[in-house]
């Protein structure tokens, strides 16, 4: 599945573009302490953040318990994986134009004396 | 690592490679999980030999051998979610959607792991009918190791696929 390379300004904010990017990445399932960690957030963000992305129907949420401990569980939805895929395929292409216009104005310098 | 300061996107991009390099790192498998995975092939070469021990090769055999492996499969997918934090074990909807090999670099490993288990039944049987024991322990014993060692090579593939970024990529 290709998506269309187009900004998503829910995605856009780096935390919901990093715990997007990680549910994205391969993974049914992740894990609250697992997304947590690799995402580098506190768990007060993370609880925010999902819950903006699952009102926005773009994360699913699970909650379980594993003995006493709860355990939440978080996947994409498939209109959240499109809407990921489009925003890091505009991503890439911004990063891409970014480094050519850099290179191009290095080009463009007078030689020094 | 390129220099990202004066560009958010690709600052973006670059700390998104980083925590997914962080999550691959994760599907590190505990201890316990490739003697786990030895116990289940061992249990699945053994079948030949049981089949020739038990008068009823196909009722009682065949089920003494498919419900331990099917147990202890259920229990390692079980433990490795736990330890792990990440479920990315074979999920018959997700096989339907995105086919049989979803992490693309894993079907090298996957397609070993069929043909291994497949070749080394049928010569183990073969031994076992020319009543060739030794021979057949010893083909189940390398099969056992090939098992595993695929099985090593398909996590491995699941980390790089998850640090490239999987489909999303």
């Known amino acids: ?113 | 690592m390129r220099d990202v300061s004066s560009d958010p996107e690709a600052l973006g991009l670059e700390l998104l490679r980083e925590q997914r390099g962080r999550l691959a790192d994760r599907m590190r498998p505990p201890w316990w999980y490739l003697p786990g995975v030895a116990i289940v092939w061992a249990l699945y070469f053994a079948g030949p030999f049981t089949s020739r021990s038990f008068p009823s090769p196909t009722s009682a055999s065949t089920w003494a051998i498919v419900v331990p492996i099917f147990a202890v499969c259920c229990l390692l997918q079980w433990g490795m979610t736990r330890a792990t934090g990440i479920k990315a074990g074979p999920r018959p909807l997700r096989i339907l959607r995105d086919g049989l090999f979803y992490f693309r670099p894993s079907r090298p490993a996957g397609i070993a792991i069929f043909l291994v288990s497949v070749a080394g039944l049928g010569i183990e049987g073969s031994l076992i009918r020319h009543g060739l024991l030794a021979a057949a322990i010893v083909v189940a014993a390398l099969a056992v190791a090939a098992e595993v060692t695929a099985q090593m090579s398909v996590l491995r593939a699941i980390r790089q696929y998850i640090r490239g970024g999987g489909a999303a990529a």
Do not use: N
């Open chain 1, 1 to 113: 599945m290709t998506a269309e390379a187009k900004p998503d300004p829910l995605i856009h904010p780096i935390t919901r573009l990093s715990i997007c990017g990680l549910l994205a990445a391969g993974a049914d399932w992740i894990e609250f302490a697992a997304l947590r960690d690799a995402a580098g957030i506190s768990d007060s963000v993370l609880s925010k953040q999902s819950r903006v992305l699952e009102d926005a129907g773009y994360v699913e949420v699970r909650k379980g318990a594993i003995g006493r401990r709860p355990r939440t569980w978080f996947r994409l939805t498939p209109e959240g994986r499109q809407a990921v895929q489009g925003h890091l395929a505009w991503l890439a292409q911004l990063e891409q134009a970014v480094s050519a216009s850099r290179a191009d104005a290095q080009l463009a310098k007078p030689l020094p004396p």
